[in-house]
């Protein structure tokens, strides 16, 4: 049986660095992963570009049962250490906007970092093995390996007895750490199993029920009636979740979770990243409210003593204004008709106009749902942090189990948050395990 120190489940991001942060101890490290080729994810990631980090990375910018649970992880590696590596490796990059670095090149540039550290470390990899069965090891079998990974600097703690046992295609294999690291339910057809939340059940182990997130919305038949005609147009929005703690609208701007960026409308619903970003806060049945004027006042001109108050007045004001565009012409219109009160007269009252300005800032809309996992850049939920230690993300209950990156309950914000959580919680295990 092949023995190991630290056996590592998945060579995603997070698998690959905790592979890094465990070969440069010393551990006899091994990753194994069902995919023909390793960090598929992250090739795809950034539109080819990888945003691997965030300047910006704070415990607020991730979503989890438990805010406090990533605070340790993210203090110990933060975004100037990765990007320490990224220099080493003279992969240039470029900041896009908000904090987010990005790849000048390719996302290959990253995976051949990974791939050139674990080998530096020792760590090994192995793809194309499916995981058969985890089992706790039956007893402390001393001598029990017949075939070892070397260790590069001999220091791994080959006299500790492995405590659990991974049944493979290619054989059992005995660790004294197992380290899952096989991510959540995104994009099914680049991998993705349910094999972490599953091995979890199994150990009777909490899960805080995963759902897709950095999702686009889906509308109802009815509204895609009213607005899906309108695929392409995009606009700048603030948006928030008023049923959510994080993002209620009654809070004060200051301190509740609210969302700036481009809105799309797709032709089944919203996307855009301001949408992708909102959508991990939303839960079915929910409205989503739309500042659709951020920090405007669009109707103001209207109020003037000698202002024209009539419809079309009010849709050239959702337009533009001095300070530049609002609304696409056509999104402006399309609004107009259906949210103007009726009138009489065809002069809208003050108190007309300023049910226009309020809706206008708190358009609320109801998804019907998401576009699901095949769409989804996250899965959020996942193992609960409760089961785990936040500074070693070891099992409480089941010695030598670790669990890292997206299989744990813990969701960044769209902008290069979760690949920071990736390494850090990465390496947070790696120095443990
Ligand atoms: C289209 C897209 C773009 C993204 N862009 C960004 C971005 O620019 N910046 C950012 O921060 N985040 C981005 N993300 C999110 C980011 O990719 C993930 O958060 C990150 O990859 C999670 O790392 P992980 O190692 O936990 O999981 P993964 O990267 O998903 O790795 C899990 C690995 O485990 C393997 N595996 C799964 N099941 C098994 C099994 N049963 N046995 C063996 N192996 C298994 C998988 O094949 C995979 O290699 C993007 C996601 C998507 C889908």
């Not at 985890?134 to 390996?145: D, E, H, N, Q």
Request: aromatic letters at 6%; proline letters at 8%; a positive charge.
């Amino acid at each position: 049986m092949t023995q190991v120190d630290v056996l590592i489940l998945g060579a995603g991001a997070a698998g690959l660095m905790c592979a890094i942060a465990a070969g440069r101890r010393g551990r006899r490290t091994l990753v194994l992963e069902h995919a023909e080729r390793p960090g598929k994810k992250i090739l795809i990631s950034g539109g080819g570009r990888c945003n691997f980090t965030n300047l910006h990375t704070a415990p607020e910018n991730f979503l989890s049962a438990n805010p406090h649970f990533a605070k340790s992880a993210l203090a110990r590696f933060t975004p100037q250490d990765f990007l320490a590596l990224v220099e080493r490796h003279r992969i240039p990059w470029h900041e896009k906007t908000l904090g987010q670095l990005f790849c000048d090149r390719s996302a290959h540039d990253i995976l051949n970092l990974l791939l050139a550290e674990c080998a530096a470390a020792n760590a090994h990899i192995q793809l194309s093995t499916r995981i058969l069965s985890v089992t706790r090891a039956p007893f402390a079998p001393i001598g029990l390996s017949s075939r070892t990974l070397s260790s590069p600097k001999g220091e791994g703690s080959a006299s500790l007895p492995p405590r659990l046992v991974v049944e493979t295609t290619t054989g059992p294999i005995a660790t004294q750490s197992l380290v899952v690291a096989t991510g959540g339910l995104s994009i099914p057809k680049m991998g993705a199993t349910p094999f972490g939340y599953d091995l979890a059940r199994q150990f009777s182990l909490a899960l805080v029920e995963p759902r897709p997130a950095l999702v686009p919305l889906v509308l109802s038949p009815e509204d895609q009636a009213r607005w899906c005609d309108l695929t392409g147009l995009s606009t700048d929005v603030v948006a928030t979740v008023p049923g959510h703690p994080e993002t209620a609208s009654a809070k004060p701007r200051a301190v509740r979770t609210a969302f700036r960026e481009k809105l799309l409308i797709t032709h089944r619903g919203l996307s855009g990243p301001v949408i992708l970003q909102i959508s991990s806060y939303w839960r079915p049945g929910e409205p989503i409210e739309l500042d659709l004027a951020p920090g405007l006042n669009v109707t103001a001109p209207l109020l003037h003593p000698h202002a024209r108050r009539d419809p079309a007045a009010a849709a050239l004001a959702l337009r533009s204004s001095p300070s530049g565009p609002i609304l696409p012409a056509r999104l402006a219109d399309r609004w107009l008709t259906l949210n103007l009160p009726a009138t009489d007269t065809g002069t809208l009252s003050n108190a007309a106009l300023a049910g226009l300005e309020r809706r206008l800032h708190a358009w609320r809309i109801l998804p019907a749902g998401t576009e699901g996992y095949a769409k989804a850049e996250v899965t959020a939920g996942g193992v609960s942090t409760g089961e785990l230690d936040a500074r070693t993300m070891q099992s409480h209950r089941v010695p030598g189990l670790y669990f890292i990156g997206e299989v744990v309950d813990v969701t960044g914000w769209l902008g290069g948050y979760n690949f920071q959580w990736a390494w850090a919680s990465a390496v947070a295990a790696g120095q443990s395990a």
